[in-house]
């Protein structure tokens, strides 16, 4: 069936550090994948998107690589601040449909 | 900036009683989605409507739920009546067009004791 899951539940990094938050999907047909960043009592924000057509797409501070070989999302984050402390998501959609199918989600904890 | 505004933000009610959950989407999208966010399942797809047609509400428990848009500036999800499993944060998310830039409000935190 359907999923996009993530490696890791919590990642620990130190302030100023580069972080990489995984993604693994299961759905070749997935066509659209999404970051999202998610702090504590809101809404899912939206971070960067890339199709798949794409490899790679930059942002400020953040990168998502996509690797459709091994069906593979990324997001890095460079110079982490204390500020991107929250629980990250990948999602994707494909298919036709407008619904999006969400990984667990990565907590990213940044060390003073 | 724009937003999704949902009310309320908090429902603390008892089991067996009428919850209702508000949306009011971004002015000019046509495409509104209900999910729910629970600790064990993560983000969940409740139902969906395009120009306030219901196109999927397949992740929807049908006997209790039911998803209405009875105006553009207006989304309801009710549930009837409700239970303890039924705890869990509802998000409203609305896009212009298909699933590119979805925003999402702020969420109603339910509480079923």
């Known amino acids: 069936g359907e999923s996009v899951g993530l490696h890791l539940p919590t990642l620990s990094v130190q302030e100023g550090d580069n972080s990489i938050i995984n993604c693994a999907y299961s759905?070749?047909?997935?066509?659209?994948f999404i970051w999202y960043k998610q702090e504590s009592g809101k809404g899912p924000q939206f971070i960067i998107d890339?199709?798949?057509?794409?490899d790679k797409r930059q942002g400020q501070r953040v990168t998502v690589l996509l690797n459709k070989t091994v069906k593979h999302l990324s997001l890095q984050i460079a110079a982490t601040q204390p500020g991107d402390s929250a629980v990250y998501f990948c999602a994707r959609s494909g298919g036709g449909a407008d619904g999006l199918t969400f990984g667990k989600g990565t907590h990213l904890i940044i060390q003073p | 900036d724009a937003r999704v505004t949902q009310t309320p933000r908090h429902k603390v009610t008892e089991m067996g009683q009428e919850v209702t959950m508000r949306c009011q989407p971004i002015?000019?999208?046509?495409?509104v989605f209900w999910y729910r966010q629970t600790m064990m399942q993560g983000l969940e797809l409740l139902a969906y409507f395009r120009n306030r047609a219901p196109l999927d509400d397949s992740g929807m428990p049908k006997d209790r739920f039911s998803a209405e848009m009875p105006d553009a500036t207006l989304a309801t999800l009710k549930i009837q009546p409700s239970e303890p499993r039924d705890s869990a944060v509802y998000f409203c998310?609305?896009?212009?067009?298909?699933?590119?830039?979805?925003?999402f409000g702020s969420g109603t935190r339910l509480t079923v004791v």
């Open positions: 890339i199709r798949s057509n794409m």
């Open positions: 998310a609305s896009t212009e067009t298909g699933p590119y830039g979805y925003t």
């Open positions: 002015l000019g999208h046509n495409t």
């Open positions: 759905n070749s047909a997935s066509d659209y």
